[in-house]
């Protein structure tokens, strides 16, 4: 039996002292209703402008990643989460395994406070697609919205909150380099996967950071 859209689509009043906005979440399976939506401006974190943002997202839904959407009733998102496959590309080739994910989200800077984050985080970890698979949430610095040295520690904290809500366990041993490494194994993942889960992230990890060491020492040529 297949997903109703009523199943994909929750709502919930957001936390406000002034006003209590609606919001929905809802998975977005194909692109034609994402495509009729607009697009709060405060979503820049990771291309840099609303309109390259939304633009992501259709591409990813088309590529056939987990992605979900919160938005108000006037038909705006405001926040998103992306699971997409962990790939590498090496060469010609791609380093990747069809089970192991990586997540990303982000929440407008005009919406934020309000408990979205965290209701994206829930709507999603609470979905059959992730039964089979392995996540892998990274702390990539470079993405986080902060402005001012001291704020980095209460945004890290605030997103190992977030991935922990979701199941989340961190890992000691981070080869990607970033600032933390958080992993959530899927209920229907193999033992033997689950066992040999420490030289899977290290084969990744390893190539990522040559491929981010290698495009970095390019662009200083």
Same mark, same amino acid.
């Given at each position: ?13 957001? #936390?406000? *002292? ?9 998975? #977005? ?7 009729? =939506? %607009? ?12 309109? %390259? ?11 056939? #990643? $987990? ?27 791609? +380093?990747?395994?069809?089970?192991? $994910? !990586? ?5 407008? *800077? ?8 965290? %209701? +994206? ?10 039964? !089979?698979?392995?996540? +892998? ?10 402005? *001012? ?8 904290? =605030? ?18 380099? !970033? ?22 992230? %290290?084969?990744?990890?390893?190539? $990522?950071?040559?491929? *981010? ?9």
């Amino acid at each position: 039996m297949g997903i109703t859209e009523e199943a994909l689509t929750v709502k919930f009043t957001a #936390c406000s *002292k002034v006003s209590q906005p609606q919001i929905f979440i809802r998975r #977005c399976d194909s692109t034609e209703w994402l495509k009729s =939506m %607009k697009i709060d401006k405060g979503i820049t974190i990771y291309y840099g402008s609303p309109e %390259k943002e939304k633009g992501e997202l259709i591409k990813r839904v088309e590529e056939g #990643c $987990y992605v979900a959407v919160a938005y108000t009733d006037e038909n705006v998102i405001v926040g998103f989460i992306v699971v997409e496959e962990f790939r590498v590309p090496i060469g010609r080739t791609v +380093l990747a395994y069809s089970y192991v $994910y !990586d997540a990303a989200i982000d929440v407008s *800077k005009n919406w934020r406070g309000k408990g979205i984050a965290g %209701k +994206l985080v829930d709507f999603a970890s609470k979905d059959s697609f992730f039964d !089979d698979k392995i996540v +892998l949430a990274r702390g990539t610095v470079e993405n986080w919205d902060i402005s *001012k040295p001291e704020e980095k520690e209460p945004y890290r904290r =605030m997103l190992l909150h977030l991935a922990k809500k979701a199941g989340f366990k961190i890992v000691d041993k981070n080869p990607f380099g !970033d600032d933390f490494l958080a992993v959530r194994i899927g209920s229907k993942v193999s033992r033997t996967t689950v066992e040999n889960l420490d030289k899977i992230i %290290k084969e990744l990890g390893e190539a $990522y950071f040559r491929v *981010k060491t290698s495009i970095i020492l390019d662009f200083f040529k």
